[in-house]
């Protein structure tokens, strides 16, 4: 009977011992487990991307003032038919020249006042302001400010004086992205695994990943963009998308 008490007693304690080292080991385990996943590191990805215009857009404007509206009128026909022979002139063709609506302003006061020798002094202005535009398609883009230059001054030679402004046409953000996505990605896990190798670590797997708001760089940008235009731009031709991606990598 003693001996079969000894040996219960054994086995439960061998039980007893096996089940707090397995318990001991789960616990080890578990606790390095949660320590491993507050192990991470938080990196960010640049990716850059130069854009050039696919076209570019002249805008024309023009304006007459006077008292009498028919007279404006015929003006304003007389102007708008030169401008156009000349740019027929200089190979833009008439089906590509939008004109845009006649704008015209009626003053309900004809004079208005300034300070002349310290008196107030009443002044005649014109009752009337037609204005008129064109907008016309450039068809050598990188060129486009130059012909402007060139326009401006042929124009005032012939007594049209205008205003000239232009507009260039760049890519869809859409059809980049991708590209700029994959690309920030791979360059934040590089850094993500120059910070292990330093760490003596493994770069793991990705915690959390956010995407940055793709910016603009450039003189001109897209109507979606919010940020500032770069002061020294390249080329008025070319801008540069940009985004910085944010990634949480595990350390192993």
Do not use: C, H
Not at 21 to 29: A, R, V
Not at 160 to 181: G, M
């Amino acid at each position: 009977m003693e001996n079969k008490s000894l040996l219960k007693s054994i086995i439960l304690g061998s039980s007893l011992l096996i089940g707090l080292s397995m318990l001991g080991l789960f616990t080890f385990k578990g606790l390095k487990t949660f320590s491993d996943k507050d192990r991470v590191v938080t990196v960010k990805g640049l990716a850059e991307m130069k854009m050039e215009a696919t076209s570019a857009n002249f805008g024309l404007n023009f304006s007459l003032s006077g008292d009498n509206l028919l007279d404006l009128i015929k003006q304003k026909d007389v102007k708008k038919n030169a401008i156009i022979a000349y740019l027929e002139n200089i190979k833009n063709e008439k089906n590509e020249i939008k004109i845009n609506n006649v704008e015209i302003t009626d003053r309900e006061r004809y004079y208005e006042y300034r300070w002349e020798n310290g008196r107030q002094v009443q002044e005649k202005i014109d009752r009337y302001t037609i204005k008129q535009s064109l907008v016309f398609q450039s068809k050598d883009v990188k060129n486009t400010e130059d012909k402007k230059s060139q326009m401006e001054l042929d124009l005032i030679s012939k007594g049209l004086t205008s205003n000239i402004t232009t507009n260039y046409i760049f890519p869809e953000l859409n059809s980049i992205k991708p590209q700029l996505i994959a690309e920030s990605t791979k360059n934040a896990r590089i850094a993500g695994e120059q910070f292990a190798n330093d760490s003596k670590a493994k770069l793991g797997k990705i915690k959390t990943a956010s995407q940055g708001q793709i910016t603009i760089v450039g003189k001109y940008y897209n109507e979606d963009d919010t940020s500032e235009a770069s002061q020294n731009p390249e080329a008025p031709f070319i801008q540069k998308a940009r985004v910085v991606s944010t990634i949480v990598f595990f350390l192993d």
